[in-house]
Nanobody
Framework: VQLVQSGGGVVQAGGSLRLSCVAS????????MGWFRQAPGREREFVGG????????FYPESVRGRFTISRDNAKNTVYLQMNSLKPEDTAVYYC????????????????????WGKGTLVTVSS
């Protein structure tokens, strides 16, 4: 299974970016998908998760109302739309796939995710 990410870059505070993550080598629709980020000197943190069908999602307080995760199972792709970006959102962003058997799950402990993208850098300038 490979997860290939795209869409990072530099944006001014208040701006928007959309990240994409394309999966190959698996039945994508059977995976809970998550997005994580890691800033320099900090632990990797969860920023959003989505269920198999895409009808359920969850976000931590730090990004709720600004970030939206979605998926297109026909394209084997999960997206992270990031709006109202802040300098503190600067980090390397990773997509991850969890081969859970529960279609309602939207988030799992970080160590439960089976596959990871290589990461894409998002830099928000003030």
């Amino acid at each position: 299974v490979q997860l290939v990410q795209s869409g990072g870059g530099v944006v001014q505070a208040g701006g928007s970016l959309r990240l994409s993550c394309v999966a190959s080598g698996t039945t994508f629709s059977n995976y809970t998908m998550g997005w994580f980020r890691q800033a320099p000197g900090r632990e990797r943190e969860f920023v959003g998760g989505i269920s198999w069908s895409g009808d359920r999602s969850f976000y931590p307080e730090s990004v709720r109302g600004r970030f939206t995760i979605s998926r297109d199972n026909a394209k084997n792709t999960v997206y992270l739309q990031m709006n109202s970006l802040k300098p503190e959102d600067t980090a390397v962003y990773y997509c991850a796939a969890d081969r859970t058997t529960d279609p309602l799950v939207v988030a799992r402990p970080i160590f439960e995710y089976d596959y990871w993208g290589k990461g894409t850098l998002v830099t928000v300038s003030s």
